[in-house]
């Protein structure tokens, strides 16, 4: 079966890794650059500055790099940036306090790719929602899973039946840089904190248009000598999976739905009941959150709780876009 995802929101599905401020420029987009063929690329007399000024103050070293880089012979990579995201780095780059350090997107051969367990795992998670119990009390997560599934090892693991590959690479062209804000819930009042945090992420339907849609392709089988009937609740299929995403992530939808209820959030709002529209046909089509940025409630079954976890913080693009939203559909 073909697994045929698309990016409503940016994600991002980080490496673990940084780019520092000095190992990029940004102009009219985004330069991942070689600082080794930087320095090659000076005469003598800029080299020797520049390792000097590198050696003592790392904000001139900044400045440096962008004025004398000859991008087009040192660039590894471009990326799209937004004019915020321009004005953040213009402003920011010269402070000597500023944190400009970005977020990289997992990569294989230096090229980003969707990994196939990040999807799974969007998936899983919705499953052990829809098989939750609704008595269940707050636990320990790991005890959680077992409760539900009746397994005891790793190896009796129901999803070891559920396998996704990962996607293909993602052009350059579809990827972003986005700057990350938090905001804080205080009563009915949103609060911004008061730093940036700029990750690599793909385009999107929101805020980049339909045409900005990153598509990826994913092989999903389902291996039935692997499932195990007597510790499911359920047997694993698509119509399962189509199922259980359906009520989770709507589930997650009109939760944050009621999260930003009120004028001071009247924006995010409005993105999430379109987000939502999307999935109000009769279709198999349905709505998955992967990545960083997804929130607690999105990665684990806080919902299902009677004495859940209520978070007071959530991470928005341009003040108003959720991350992670993705549109999926098994073929």
């Known amino acids: 079966m073909k697994l045929i995802l698309d990016t409503v929101t940016p994600v991002h599905i980080g490496s673990g890794e940084n780019i520092e401020p ?17 320095i090659e690329s000076l005469e003598e007399q800029d080299r020797n500055n520049f390792l000097e000024i590198s050696a003592k103050n790392l904000v001139q070293a900044r400045q440096f790099i962008k ?96 396998k996704i590959s990962d996607s293909g690479f993602i052009p350059e062209e579809k990827m972003q840089i986005y700057n990350i804000k938090t905001y804080t819930k205080r009563a009915s009042l949103f609060n911004e904190l008061g730093f940036n945090i700029f990750i690599e992420g793909t ?10 849609m990153v598509s990826f392709v994913h092989t999903l089988h389902l291996d039935d000598s692997l499932q195990k009937y007597n ?9 399962i999976i189509i199922k259980a995403c359906k009520e989770f992530y709507g589930a997650l939808i009109a ?7 009120g004028e001071s959030a009247e924006g995010v709002y409005l993105e999430l009941e379109k987000l939502k529209g999307l999935i109000k046909d009769k279709s198999n089509r349905f709505l998955l959150r992967i990545g960083w940025g997804s929130q607690f409630d999105g990665v684990t079954i806080n919902l299902a709780m009677q004495n859940r976890d209520l978070k007071k913080s959530r991470k928005l693009i341009n003040s108003k876009y959720p991350l992670g939203w993705i549109l999926a559909e098994i073929k």
Request: proline letters at 6%; aromatic letters at 14%; a positive charge.
């Open 203 to 212: 385009n999107a339907y929101f805020p980049d248009g339909k045409s900005e």
């Open 67 to 162: 004025n004398k880089a000859n991008l087009a012979l040192i660039k590894e990579y471009t990326a799209k940036v937004s004019e915020e995201v321009r004005k953040t780095y213009n402003t920011k780059i010269i402070d000597p306090k500023s944190e400009l350090s970005i977020q990289t997107f997992i990569k294989s051969m230096d090229k980003p790719f969707l990994p196939g367990s990040s999807v799974k795992g969007a998936i899983r998670t919705a499953l052990l929602w829809y098989c939750a119990e609704k008595e269940l009390q707050r636990e320990y997560p790991h005890n959680i899973e077992q409760k539900l599934f009746k397994y005891k090892n790793p190896q009796d693991d129901p999803f070891r039946a559920l």
């Open 22 to 38: 000095y190992e990029y420029v940004i102009t009219d987009k985004f330069y991942k650059i070689n600082l080794d063929k930087f």
């Open 231 to 239: 510790y499911l609740n359920i047997k694993l299929s698509p119509d």
């Open 255 to 261: 939760n944050e739905l009621e999260f930003f209820r």
